[in-house]
């Protein structure tokens, strides 16, 4: 019927006149079997189905069957004719150049077939079939002796589609109109089929709509493949002739006899903006090229192709397919739904391959200007129309009127997709900026608490200016600084809540009072207080109103609301010190600071001086308030006292407003080492008001006694890790002034106290209890007055004082307590009580007094006041009062000739140290006066037995036996008497 045999004839001649033509046509075939349409069978045969189906004008369908190494594919549609034959056996041409839509294109599609068999068949049930040969073709050719040197050349291989042949064998499926079968070769093209099998997908019927179904059955099992479900946005068009003209200019004759251009996006419907692992990621033109698309849905589109059919061949078409690509998708995202899936879809700018990015180009230019994002209240607008806020969707919906082109929740603000589309993101700090003014005019109290309820409070910082309205009408920029009146039932102790105050007597405080129907504990996170009496009262308007209150116009009202809240706040007496600047009435119907009043009744009032100018308390407010909140407003009861903690001992920052406050703080320093971190005191308390103080013996009664007895105790401070104690404030003040009968306490003792010191100090009056004398100063023991800070400075200074009385055994005494002090802690004294010719008396340093550390010295400095101590603390106590030593204002040189003499043996059973021998003077010079011994240069110098006595002594080292030794060298006899004294010596002697 198709005449197979004036086809192989034709082809055979050409081949024999022109051997040339058979080696290209070989190479041709092969070529695109091996080349460009290698993997492409499944798609060839789905593309004649589809070619079939739509010249036909019926629904496509294909079905493969691959079973006992053989492929059928069964369609329905068209019949094969003789056009067809032809088109099948003759590469280049196609027989559809004429049918708009049709999927082949280019006449060699077909030649997919060779790569895996090499005796196609095709057939239809109202046409008739044809078959074509590899081994009947090799055999036709081999007959030609014009082709014998081709044929040797390809080594056997031949054109397999070139020459067809009849036949009717094939036996059409029923339900089908065509079928071909490929017999396949081997192994390796049976698993390639299978592959390109279980790789076909919805890109089959999407890229040719009229294939409505491809049914796929391999060993016995079957899947459909259909495009239902998907969403496809289709774009096509006729060219005109001045566009052929200017588009088709470097393209083949053929393509430019077909001027359609078609393009088409698709995306699952079930899957939106992902077709990963459904479809290879490329340009479908229509059937699967190698450029890389790497857009979540499939293009599929008429774009030109180069000769190896993989790739899209750059030029003027494709530039205008492109452009109509771009329009088509952003049409694809306008009619799917408007759902944040909807992201996934748009593109970014970076794509896989020139053509990628150049579609991807296109689209992002496009998108911002078009409507496709969904808004809470203004429909769909643009992206450059739309704004993106972070946040739950009833957030969302309180800012919705506020925020113009507002995104509902779930359109993640952080997407990149709403960078490309230009929405703008909105941080929540600038909604928070937005939520004022105009804008918000309009809104109550109650809309503000229900915005609190869900605003985001992830990030307190970014809310931290959000706008509060006031009971008052105001609305301020930030809960900081503002007070929550919380009075629901079981919230606050009744006696710590403002319940019971009426909020008309707060009003003249100027106070930032929350509108209860606003309130949220969202504010309280913010920096608001919760409105107690407390902190109410340490609201700084509170304090500004306090302040201001005595040069206010009407401070009435002021100290009415503060008085209220003292009440309610259940504060004591020096609890908020800085109430004492708080404008009050005094009876005299002038206006004072409230630390400047004093309570008529009270215990101060007789204490204080008559000249200093306190006011007294007006006797209404008294009555009103009761004396105990006056107190704690600061009006004077009894003493007031200063209680805080953790303060530093920096002059910036320790500032009670204390009388003589800064050098208290001078002198603690000066107590503690020098540090880069101030000291801190844990606990500090002070009485205040000292200075007016008249009747000093009733007010230390008071200061002796519990509570006020505990502002005596030292202070604990913490420095450098250490805790140390140091004077307290008011100690400190009481010590340095004349409270004990005119007398200040540093200048007294107690009547118990050490006896060294009676003379130096006077005796403290009786009846006041000792342990706050001396807390106070008052001097108790000579040890503790030499460990006290100064104190050994102080104990000099009443030595030299002349007026006061020492005997010579009480300065020996505290010559001996001195010389234990740290000559650090001393500076050196101008005078000195001394003795000077056996008389005590006090010496300028300018006399010259010197320290004896030697008896044999005392007759060469006796015209000298004399500083006399135990010899063995002679050094110590030269360096602690800066005196010379005798030996190092006198040379001690012996200047007389005398006679060594043995010393007696008697002496040395008494002495058993002395030397054996001592030098006997007739006159005894040293320094050339006459003296009656010298210890020198090793050697005992002696004149008489008093000398020798003294000296003998001296050397041994016992200087205390002088005496007896001097009554053995008159009457050596007495010797076993002496020893038998000595035995009888207390053990404390020996």
Known sequence: MFDTARLRDTVLAAWTASPARFREDANAEEDFALGGYRDRLVVELAQNAADAALRAGVPGRLRLTLADGVLLAANVGAPLDQTGVEGLSTLRVSGKKDEAGAAGRFGVGFAAVVSVTDAPSIASRATGGVRWSREETAALVAARPELAAELEGREGHVPLLRLPFSDDSLDVPEGFDTLVRLPLRDQVAEQAVRRMLEEAGPALPL????????????????????????????????????QVAELFADRPTEERARPYWEVRWAVPGDRRGDVRGVVHRVVHAPTPSDEPLDLPALLIASFPMTTDRRHVAPGPLTDFLVARAAEAYVRLLGELPATPDLLDLVPGLMGKGALDAAIRREIVKALPDTPLLPTISEGVVAGNQARAVEGSAEFLAKIAG??????????????????????????????????????????????????????????????????????????????????????????????????????????????????????????????????????????????????????????EPVAQAVLALVDAAGLTAGEAPWLADLALRGADGELYAAGELLLAEGSLAGLIDPEVPFGVAAADLVEKFGPHVLAAAGVLDGFAVVNDSDVLLDPAECDHDLDLEDEWLEAVLDLLPDLDVPPVVREFTAVRDLEYVADWPNALALLSRPPLRAALRPMRVLAAGETVEVPSYTAWWLSRHPVLGGRRPTELRLPTGDPLLF????????????????????????????????????????????????????????????????????????????????????????????????????????????????????????????????????????????????????????????????????????????????????????????????????????????????????????????????????????
């Open 207 to 242: 890229s040719m709509p009229a294939l409505e179904t491809v049914e796929i059955e391999v060993d016995g099992r079957t899947r459909t493949i259909s495009a239902e479900g998907w969403h496809v946005v289709a774009e096509s068009g006729t060219f005109t002739p001045e």
């Open 402 to 555: 506020i925020v113009p082109g507002l995104l509902p929740a779930g359109w993640a603000s952080r997407h990149p997709a709403l960078t490309t589309l230009g929405v703008r993101r909105v941080d929540l700090a600038d909604v928070v900026d937005m939520l004022s003014g105009e804008a918000v005019e309009d809104k109550d109290p109650a809309w503000w608490r229900s915005l609190y309820e869900v605003l985001p409070a992830d990030d307190l910082e970014a809310v931290g200016a959000i706008a509060v309205p006031l009971a008052d009408g105001r609305l301020v920029r930030g809960p900081r600084g503002t007070l929550v009146l919380s009075q629901e039932s079981g919230t606050f102790d009744p006696a710590s809540s403002l319940a019971s105050l009426d909020p008309a007597l707060l009003a003249p405080l100027g106070l930032r009072i929350v509108h209860p129907d606003a309130a949220h504990p969202l504010l309280l996170r913010l920096g608001a207080a919760e409105a107690t009496p407390r902190t109410v009262l340490e609201d700084p308007l509170t304090h500004a109103a306090v302040s201001e209150s005595l040069n206010s116009a009407d401070p």
């Open 759 to 990: 003379g130096l100090y006077g005796e403290a009056p009786a009846g006041i209890d000792e342990d706050a004398l001396k807390m106070i100063g008052v001097r108790s023991t000579l040890a503790d007055l030499l460990d006290s800070h100064g104190g050994p400075e102080e104990l000099l200074d009443l030595l030299a004082d002349s007026s006061l009385e020492v005997d010579r055994a009480q300065l020996r005494s505290l010559w001996i307590a001195l010389a234990a002090v740290d000559p650090a802690r001393v500076s050196p004294p101008e005078a000195v009580r001394a003795v000077l010719k056996g008389t005590v008396t006090v010496a300028d340093v300018g006399d010259g007094p010197v320290v004896v550390e030697a008896p044999d010295l005392l007759a060469l400095v006796e015209d000298r006041p004399l500083v006399l101590a135990p010899f063995d603390l002679a050094e110590a106590l030269s360096e602690v009062l800066d005196l010379p030593l005798a030996g190092e204002v006198v040379t001690g040189a012996v200047t007389s000739a005398g006679t060594e003499r043995p010393v007696p043996p008697e002496v040395r059973s008494l002495l058993p140290g002395a030397p054996a021998t001592y030098v006997e003077h007739d006159e005894l010079l040293v320094d050339g006066s006459p003296v009656p011994w010298r210890f020198f240069e090793g050697a005992v110098h002696a004149t008489g037995v008093d000398g020798l006595a003294r000296g003998l002594a001296w050397a041994a080292g016992q200087w205390g036996d002088r005496l007896a030794v001097a009554a053995l060298l008159r009457d050596p006899a007495r010797v076993p008497l002496l020893l038998a004294e000595a035995d009888l010596d207390p053990t404390a002697s020996i």
